[in-house]
């Protein structure tokens, strides 16, 4: 259920993400509540992807899954 949100949040950053030639993808989420994502094409090198981890993934993953204590790029 925890996944499906995670899912959920990343979906709704997708067309953001492709727009400027990037995509993430779930790797897990670890025992402690950390998400850890890989962040794919241009999101790799973007200098604004940690800007898109805390201000976008992390903020959605607050309201729909308050347990989340952080995202983190793999």
Known sequence: MLEEKVNAAIEQLRPY???????MELVEITNDNIVRV????????CTMSAMTLK???????KISAPQIKKVEAV
Do not use: F, V, Y
């Open 38 to 45: 890989k962040l794919i094409g241009a999101c790799k090198t």
């Open 17 to 23: 993400l492709h727009s400027d030639g990037g995509d």
């Open 55 to 61: 201000a976008g993934l992390e903020e959605a993953l």
